[in-house]
């Protein structure tokens, strides 16, 4: 394990204070902005939507009616060797504060197959 001492550890401890207080300044603007009233409050949205928009990631992302379903929905997408994990669902797909599977955009028709074979109902599958 690597401990920092010394200019570097003070160099990332400002940096992580500055972060921490760009973010409280932050989440409260794009609230104000038009962003949903839970934007304040959630960190993971936030992150994911600041990603989303500086294209960090290229997914897609299978809509189900409810949290339980994004669950039992991974089973067999992790039988057949698609790779996913669960994260909230995007903003501009949907304003609730819900749960959808994350997969990869060369993985969508797959994950859509074994899903239907395995009588998964789903929403949908966007890409993000």
Request: hydrophobic residues 50%; charged residues 15%.
């Amino acid at each position: 394990m690597v401990v920092l001492r010394g200019t570097t550890c003070r160099r990332w401890r400002v940096l992580a204070a500055v972060l921490y207080c760009l973010r409280r300044i932050l989440a409260p603007l794009l609230q104000f902005a038009g962003n949903p009233p839970n934007m304040g409050i959630c960190v993971a949205c936030l992150e994911r939507d600041i990603a989303g928009v500086l294209w960090l990631h290229r997914a897609a992302v299978v809509l189900v009616y409810s949290a339980s379903y994004a669950i039992r929905a991974e089973k067999p997408l992790h039988m057949t060797g698609i790779q996913s994990k669960l994260i909230p669902v995007p903003r501009h797909l949907s304003s609730n504060c819900g749960v959808c599977v994350w997969i990869a955009q060369s993985d969508r028709e797959a994950a859509r197959q074994v899903l239907q074979q395995a009588s998964m109902e789903i929403d949908g599958v966007h890409d993000i």
